[in-house]
């Protein structure tokens, strides 16, 4: 069955940092790209990074850049967020989702599957 589960959310200070993890399984997942989006309360979900099914290439909204890296094993199928200086800003929900449109969209309207997310809370 088509699974994509993410872990490793939780509560950190105001430059701690936490590595999310997103399994796959029930499709060819080295086929696709892959990507991150987050929700907080209240906001609306926005894109955060993305990365392109070989992993030669990867995409990053502004607020996020030189702090969050995107990676992933397609061996194990698995993408996975490194989050470091972390801000309260960045508090969401975070949801790891396929593309069915490849070559690094930001948009939602080009990833057809989403995970249930992993919360993220940052204090300061």
């Known amino acids: 069955q088509v699974q994509l589960v993410e872990s490793g959310g939780g509560l950190v200070q105001a430059g701690g940092s936490l590595r999310l993890s997103c399994a796959a399984s029930g499709w060819y997942f080295s086929n696709y790209d892959m990507g991150w989006f987050r929700q907080a309360p209240g906001k609306e979900r926005e894109f955060v990074t993305a990365?392109?099914?070989?992993?030669?290439?990867?995409y990053y909204a502004d607020s996020v850049k030189g702090r969050f890296t995107i990676s992933r094993d397609n061996a194990k199928k698995t993408v996975y967020l490194q989050m470091n200086s972390l801000k309260p800003e960045d508090t969401a929900v975070y949801y790891c989702a396929r593309a069915y449109r490849n070559g690094g969209s930001t948009s939602e309207r080009d990833y057809d599957y989403w995970g249930q997310g992993t919360q993220v809370t940052v204090s300061s």
């Open positions: 990365i392109t099914w070989s992993g030669g290439n990867t």
